[in-house]
């Protein structure tokens, strides 16, 4: 008898778009009689209930299984190759009528993909696809954490709650049992590293951008569409670099593309001098703009790259000692377009920027909208977060030779991951999978000892459910279901991918080597020391979350009572080191492993002069050349200061007005500081006896409603603002009505600062 052995499983993971949905472009077979229809509003990741319309067919019950997205707008049983839809699999688990068309239905777990109003719900079989399904069904499922020996999987944790009645001669014993909350938990200890994935799900975002290719230059393919959001695995394209011919690369499965969001680019022309290693471009705004040291700057025309080293001026720029490099002539010339990435990742102590807002992606699939020019792209993995229309995508032209940079960050919201386990029995059949939604890590840990690898682990990984390939229990006769997939009725059972090990990406990679690795310990910002003789070190990452249970009808019945949410707690740090100190007669007090120098650190506490700041650890791993991992624990250092918290950006808000019985709506934005005070200052008149100021209050409420109202009712034909014939024509009423919207002249509506005058 065929058995199953722990060697045979198999651990697979992927980022979620929203916590509990598995992203999986996943196709099912129609069922022709079933149920089909449309849906009411568009739908976003992390939603379970839909609200639909125009039912045909059938109706939904309990236990069915949909498809939401179809492949075909019309036809509901063809397979067709030019899938322009996201499309997934979910069971419902609540059905609510309101009439025989119109209705909401609620899913087993959440939708990972957005969807737009009016996507097709159509109902399918659980039965296996065909070829043709199969083909057009890309699991996301294809990471492996690295090389482990063992995992605890999150199976279900029950609360069974013995009840004792009285007078029922049980002899002391339960009469019944009571279910309460579940719970799934798991971990993942002591996995060799071959590359830093793991590490963002313990602390938060990751930032990657592509710094070594020449394709920049044809960046006119672009993101079509608003809703590209996290989770998303399918993308529209637009633009003139749609044409394949326009671009080095061919867009074919397994390429790499490069997402730059359009919200984090400034584009420009350089208007400097001839053959000029600054970039000048005298209608730039780069102070407003946010560039920041490091930020990458993109030569379209010359095809180089390079980073920011200085922010001169609004204008001016100049980079860092490499220049432009990858282009033609590596430099800037009259009228050389550029695109310049801002708002990177702040995470060094100079404040300088070591990442872009950008994202890098394995392609699946392509599929042409017409001859010779891309529609659709459809991705191996999810993205890892929203992107803003037109965006750009840069195809890189050879993967082995690129170097990519990967930076993680905090955040205050933790990612989620979906786990899948696959289990063979001896026989090599009988694929027994898990699902393992929702993932949070809840603790990991970062070590190595001498001799040995960098090892990380998921000490403990809290999760929301679960789903499997078990139809049906043998010895149950009774379905938990009454729908078409009654025969079905295990909880939890579902329609998903079965991921082979030609799903895989399994890492190539050697892994990162403790005779590779450097600790620097101490001091305030970078003043930190070498220390050679470190024997381990463990680094510990507690983020406290908490599984929240709701009093909810979540589910419309008694089979899911796992957590409702999960919500992250205090993060908390710690560090741990064995070092071998040199005596103090081989070394002076401040040399590089000194015994003496580390005695300083353990003395000062991490007051350095200015308060108690913390010391610094950071941790290299080099693996070879463009390759090395940097892990910086910083101390209470000051954060850089962040200016777009204190601008306006152009912000709008509406106000509803009400006159007598008439009720309208007016759009009005916030004007900034100094305009405000502009105003006031134009404003301003004295007396000619005491010189006291005086406002003109009538001039300052003109001049604020024509500068603060940009949408109103009476903007039609032609009017687009507030003119003083405008101002001059309108009663009383309307105008006390206008007044209200004016903000008082001499008030600071901010938050109460508080400025101290330091002595020098």
């Known amino acids: 008898m065929a ?51 125009d039912l045909a067919t059938s109706t939904w019950t309990v236990g069915d299984f949909v498809q939401i997205g179809s492949q075909v707008a019309v036809n509901t049983t063809a397979v067709s190759a030019s899938v322009v839809h996201p499309y997934e699999v979910r069971r419902i688990e609540h059905v609510a009528v309101t009439n025989s068309l119109t209705g909401t239905i609620r899913l087993d777990r959440p939708v990972a993909f957005t969807h737009a109003a009016d996507t097709r719900i159509i109902e399918v079989e659980e039965t296996a696809n065909s070829s043709a399904q199969e083909a057009l069904s890309i699991p996301s499922m294809r990471f492996i954490p690295g090389a482990y020996t063992a995992v605890t999987v999150p199976d279900l944790t029950p609360t069974l709650e013995p009840r004792y009645f009285l007078g029922n001669g049980n002899r002391r014993n339960f009469t019944e049992v009571y ?45 079509n569409g608003t ?74 025309t010359d095809e180089s790259v390079g980073r920011v ?74 993205l890892k977060e929203d992107y803003a229309d037109d965006s ?39 694929a027994f999978q898990r699902r393992s939604l929702g993932g949070m890590v809840d603790s990991m840990t970062i070590n190595a000892d001498e001799g040995g690898m960098l090892m990380v682990g998921w000490d403990t990984v809290n999760f929301m459910g679960t789903i499997h390939n078990l139809e049906n229990q043998l010895t149950v006769s009774t379905n938990l279901y009454s729908g078409d997939s009654a025969s079905a009725g295990m909880p939890g059972f579902s329609v998903m991918h079965d991921v082979t090990d030609s799903d895989i990406d399994f890492p190539v990679t050697e892994p990162y080597y403790f005779s590779e690795g450097s600790v620097y310990i101490g001091g305030a910002g970078d003043s930190r020391k070498e220390f050679a003789r470190v024997r381990d070190f463990s680094i510990g990452v507690s983020n406290a979350t908490e599984q929240r249970y709701y009093i ?17 707690g205090r993060r908390e740090y710690t560090f741990s080191a064995t070092i071998s100190l040199n005596d103090s007669s081989s070394t002076t007090g401040n040399d590089i492993g000194g015994a003496l120098e580390l005695y300083k650190q353990l003395l000062l506490e991490g007051n350095y002069g200015s308060g108690s700041q913390g010391f610094n650890v950071r941790l290299e791993f080099t693996r070879g050349a463009n390759d090395t991992m940097v892990i910086d624990l910083p101390g209470e250092a000051a ?80 009017v687009t603002s507030v003119t003083d014939e405008f101002l001059n024509s309108i009663d009383g009423s309307l105008g006390a009505a206008l007044e209200q919207l004016v903000p008082n002249a001499f008030t600071n509506e901010m938050t109460e600062v508080e400025v101290i005058k330091k002595e020098s």
């Open 3 to 53: 058995i199953y052995r722990p060697d045979q499983a198999q651990l697979s993971f992927a980022s979620e778009g929203a916590q509990g949905a598995d992203s999986e472009l996943k196709v099912a077979v129609y069922k022709s009689s079933g149920a089909v229809a449309l849906t009411l509003t568009g739908l976003t990741p992390g939603t379970s209930e839909i609200a639909y319309t």
């Open 179 to 223: 279910r309460g909350t579940q719970a799934y938990s798991g971990s993942l200890s002591g996995v060799t590293a071959l590359n830093g994935f793991m590490l963002r799900f313990g602390i938060g975002a990751v930032r990657s951008c592509l710094i070594t290719d020449n394709d920049y230059g044809l960046a006119t393919f672009l993101l």
């Open 227 to 300: 809703n590209m959001k996290a989770g998303d695995m399918k993308l529209a394209v637009n633009g003139d670099g749609a044409t394949v011919a326009n671009h080095d690369t061919t867009l074919a499965a397994g390429a790499i593309i490069q997402i730059i969001d359009a919200s984090t680019v400034e584009v420009g022309t350089h208007t400097g001098s001839t053959s000029a290693t600054a970039l000048t471009d005298s209608a730039g705004d780069f102070v407003n703009a946010g560039v920041q040291v490091g930020d990458i700057i993109y030569n379209t």
């Open 309 to 382: 080293a200085t922010v001169t001026s609004s204008t001016v720029l100049t980079l860092d000692a490499n220049g432009l490099r990858g282009g033609t002539d590596n430099d800037f010339d009259g009228s050389d377009a550029y695109l310049l990435v801002t708002q990177g990742t702040n995470s060094t102590n100079s404040g300088a920027n070591t990442g872009t807002v950008t994202g890098t992606y394995k392609i699946a699939r392509q599929v042409e909208a017409s001859s010779g020019v891309i529609g659709t792209i459809f991705l191996e993995t999810p």
């Open 392 to 430: 750009y995508i840069i195809t890189t032209a050879d993967i082995s030779s690129n170097v990519f940079q990967h930076v993680i960050t905090e955040t205050n919201l933790l990612p989620t991951m979906t786990w899948h386990l696959r289990m063979l029995d001896t026989d090599g059949g009988n």
């Open 552 to 568: 909810s009808s979540r589910h419309g019945n008694g089979r899911r009572r796992g957590p409702n949410e999960m919500r992250e």
């Open 639 to 718: 954060q850089p200061f962040d200016i777009s918290k204190y601008q306006t950006k152009g912000a709008t808000s509406e106000m509803e007005v009400s006159i007598n019985e008439d009720k309208f709506t007016i759009t009005t934005r916030q004007l900034p500081w100094f305009e405000k005070s502009d105003i006031t200052t134009k404003c301003m008149t004295f007396d000619t006896k005491t010189g006291e100021p005086e406002l003109n209050s009538g001039l300052y409420l003109r001049e604020v409603l024509k500068k603060i109202i940009v949408d109103a009712p009476w903007f039609v034909n032609g």
